[in-house]
């Protein structure tokens, strides 16, 4: 780890931090053996559940739990890009525990179409539509759109977003059979203009950000997300109290440290 991002984690010990609220954290890659910040070992993945299992809830529980202002910390855990990994090795630890779980779904990837949303993963498979349907059909798993080609929207034309949040919400909803309500920026990355077009069809959308939600200050259109990376803090405890809101606050600002995220 380098020295910074070590005293950017000391530092956030000392921000105030929310006895009550949400928090949802973001998951990529379990034991993928690619060079990436992003890839978990399992044995991290699985200790994080076992420690997270009492607090994990829906996201729509979740979010109740803001409208309501209840007391307690609910967590909700998030992947992200559909690799084949998620069903290999993370789903069945989720349901071994019974804990639910998102998943943000690009949907040209899962079609064998493009790059993978990650650098670095170029030999691995997506996961398959048959997968994400069984997977739904349990009730555990919540599929999202991550849009189709996994670009960054902020850096799209209007035009080309609208088809991006269109097209990923009609082919999941297709070949699920469901309805598909939630979406995730691809990176987190999300931008005033682009939040209109967002909840004009999905009721909501996880963003890059790092903080707790709270009753006080929350949207369902900009649910900030706490990433969970592999020089990040190793108790998930430490996710759930002042995240890691000042690294992701200092990564959009400063490229140098901007990390590899999908
Ligand atoms: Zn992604």
């Not at 950000?209 to 929350?218: D, E, F, M, N, Q």
Request: positive net charge; hydrophobic residues 40%.
């Amino acid at each position: 780890m380098s020295w910074a991002r070590r005293l950017i984690h000391e530092a956030n010990r000392w921000l105030p931090r929310a006895e009550h609220g949400v928090v949802v954290v973001t998951y990529h890659l379990i034991d993928g053996g690619i060079d990436s910040a992003v890839d978990i070992p399992f044995d991290r993945f699985r200790a994080h559940m076992e420690q997270l299992r009492p607090l994990a809830s829906t996201l729509r529980d979740a979010l109740e739990h803001l409208v309501t202002g209840s007391q307690g910390t609910r967590v909700v855990v998030t992947f992200d890009d559909a690799f084949a990994n998620f069903f290999d090795l993370a789903w069945p630890v989720l349901c071994g525990l019974g804990v639910p779980a998102v998943l943000y779904v690009p949907t040209d990837f899962v079609d064998g179409r493009g790059a993978p949303p990650l650098r670095g993963a170029e030999r691995l498979r997506p996961c398959s539509w048959d997968a994400l349907r069984e997977a739904t059909a349990t009730g555990l798993l919540e599929v999202g759109s991550h849009t189709c080609s996994h670009r960054d929207l902020a850096r799209l034309d209007p035009r080309s977003a609208r088809d991006e949040l269109t097209r990923s919400r009609a082919r999941l909803e297709d070949e699920l059979g469901r309805p598909v309500t939630s979406f995730c920026y691809p990176r987190g990355r999300s931008a005033p203009w682009l939040e209109p077009l967002v909840r004009e069809r999905y009721a909501t959308a996880v963003v890059r950000g790092g903080r707790k939600l709270t009753a006080a200050r929350w949207s369902p259109w900009q649910l900030e997300r706490v990433p969970v990376r592999r020089d990040g803090p190793p108790d998930a405890l430490e996710l759930l109290s002042a995240g890691v809101w000042l690294e992701e606050w200092l990564s959009t600002r400063f490229q140098p440290i901007r990390s590899r995220r999908g």
